[in-house]
Nanobody, 115 residues
Framework: QVQLVESGGGLVQTGESLRLDCTAS????????MGWYRQAPGKQRELVAI???????NVADSVKGRFTISSDNASGSVHLQMNSLKPEDTAVYYC?????????WGQGTQVTVSS
């Protein structure tokens, strides 16, 4: 069973930065995408950014220019550098890996941005 372990959430002020990290407990064959989603209270979970093993990315318009996704295929990890954070970025952030028909989620890490 693959587990995704996240780290890096916390409480920051508007304009500050955070970096989220997510690492798989073992290698995943046929990895398709690695990415980050978030869910704010009372809202649906939404895509933040995803990356493929070849480096192609898809970043939500709401964070484009502020957030950067990167990955280390060798270690099976994905990172999200979040700059210029805003109160509306407050949410639980989840990493997700996909491989074929399989999907793996992390346990979530809280990011809170105070105004």
């Amino acid at each position: 069973q693959v587990q995704l372990v996240e780290s890096g959430g916390g409480l920051v002020q508007t304009g500050e930065s955070l970096r989220l990290d997510c690492t798989a407990s073992r290698s995943i064959l046929g990895l398709n995408t690695m990415g980050w989603y978030r869910q704010a209270p009372g809202k649906q979970r939404e895509l933040v950014a995803i990356i493929t093993p070849t480096g192609s990315t898809n970043v939500a318009d709401s964070v484009k220019g502020r957030f950067t996704i990167s990955s280390d295929n060798a270690s099976g990890s994905v990172h999200l550098q979040m700059n210029s954070l805003k109160p509306e970025d407050t949410a639980v952030y989840y990493c997700r890996f996909t491989s074929g028909l399989s999907m793996y989620w992390g346990q979530g890490t809280q990011v809170t941005v105070s105004s």
